[in-house]
């Protein structure tokens, strides 16, 4: 079992930035991928960023590639998300996510573990 908690949702205000953080605790292995995914009313989850836990291979939704960048701190346990440059439509609760193995990184099916979500809301 891996736990994740989410923390750092707020409210902002457009062209703001913004830093997410996951903490995992369990059973923390070598083959964890770590995934912020994100649902907005109304709307699917849909994938925003990944990483793998090891070797660092990162993902992006092309919604946020150049804005967003997911990072891991595996001595700490913490994966984070920090977005800049944020618009009302990044507004959605944020999961992180957690799978095991060589999966389809953008596919929510493929995570086994999520916390529990963090609210981040953007007003234009």
């Known amino acids: 079992q891996v736990q994740l908690v989410e923390s750092g949702g707020d409210t902002v205000q457009a062209g703001s930035s913004l830093r997410l953080s996951c903490q995992l605790s369990?059973?923390?292995?070598?083959?964890?991928?770590l995934a912020w995914f994100r649902r907005a009313p109304g709307k699917e989850r849909e994938f925003v960023a990944s990483?793998?836990?090891?070797?660092?291979?990162?993902a992006y939704a092309d919604s946020v590639k150049g804005r967003f960048t997911i990072s891991r701190d595996n001595a700490r346990n913490t994966v984070a998300l920090q977005m800049s440059s944020l618009k009302p439509e990044d507004t959605a609760v944020y999961y992180c996510?957690?799978?095991?193995?060589?999966?389809?990184?953008?596919?929510?099916?493929?995570?086994?573990?999520w916390g529990q979500g963090t609210q981040v809301t953007v007003s234009s």
């Open positions: 990483v793998a836990w090891t070797v660092g291979t990162i």
């Open positions: 996510g957690a799978a095991r193995g060589w999966v389809p990184v953008r596919a929510s099916a493929s995570y086994n573990y």
């Open positions: 369990g059973s923390i292995s070598d083959d964890l991928t």
